[in-house]
């Protein structure tokens, strides 16, 4: 692709790859922390990735972009994607809460697909944040989409997307409502494992 060929185009996937680097050592840092002080890790895996270019075009083209480096500085936040998978539906708000107090990062934006699920029945929370990077003689900030789910939300998330990619255009809407029905099983497996938890919780003390 002519696009990959570019300099301006390299060195703006550099930045991205730093920006990577950044955040996976600054949340492992946070996180490393947080369980430290509380003896208790709210954390289940952590994956971080640089979008595909495949990805990236795709995503200009559903925005109805031109394909260059500027309008994917502009138009995709999510070209650094990290996903916090944790093991409780609080955890995702004190993951968030801890990624918010911290100086290091600019929140950018903020979506609470948990609070306000999709249509689809996509449920996660999402944090663009500013990550700054330091280069010679000058800081930058570089977006990172942070997903912060459970571990049930992961799963559905991860099979719907399996089932989406595989088969665009079989899902009728019978399938569609059973795919949202499954969301909804999983948010109720969410919340039994949240109750249990809090009554194990309340017994310790
Ligand atoms: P991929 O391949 O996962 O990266 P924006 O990113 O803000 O410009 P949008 O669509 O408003 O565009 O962002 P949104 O909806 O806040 O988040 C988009 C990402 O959330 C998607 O990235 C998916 O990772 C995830 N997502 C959103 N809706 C669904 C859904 O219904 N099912 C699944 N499995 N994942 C979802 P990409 O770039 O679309 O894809």
Redesign the pocket.
């Known amino acids: 692709m002519e696009l990959e060929r570019q300099k301006d185009y390299k060195e703006m996937m550099l930045k991205y790859e730093f920006a990577k680097k950044k955040i996976e050592t600054d949340i492992e840092i946070l996180l490393q922390e947080y369980a430290f002080k509380e003896g208790y890790n709210p954390v289940e895996h952590i994956k971080t990735r640089i ?1 595909s270019i495949d ?1 990236i075009v ?2 200009l083209r ?2 109805e972009q031109e394909i260059t480096v500027e309008n994917i500085v502009k ?4 070209v650094v ?1 990290m996903r916090i998978v944790c093991s409780f539906i609080k955890d995702v708000y004190t993951i968030v809460d801890i990624i918010r107090s911290t100086g290091e990062f600019v929140v950018k ?1 903020e ?1 609470d ?1 948990i609070e306000e699920p ?5 449920r ?1 929370y ?1 944090m ?1 944040v500013l990550t700054p990077i330091h280069l010679e003689g000058r800081t930058e900030y570089i977006p990172v ?1 942070i ?1 912060i789910r459970t571990i049930a939300m992961d799963c ?6 399996k089932l ?1 990619y595989r088969y665009p255009d079989r899902i009728n809407e019978e399938l569609e409502k059973e795919i949202i029905d499954s969301a909804n099983d999983m948010l109720e497996i969410d919340k039994k494992m949240q109750y249990i938890s809090d009554v194990l919780n309340k017994n310790e003390v």
């Open positions: 979008k990805r795709e995503k559903r925005k138009y995709v936040n999510d994607g934006s979506k697909y999709k249509d689809s029945g996509y996660s999402h663009i989409e997903q559905w998330a991860s099979l719907d997307h989406r």
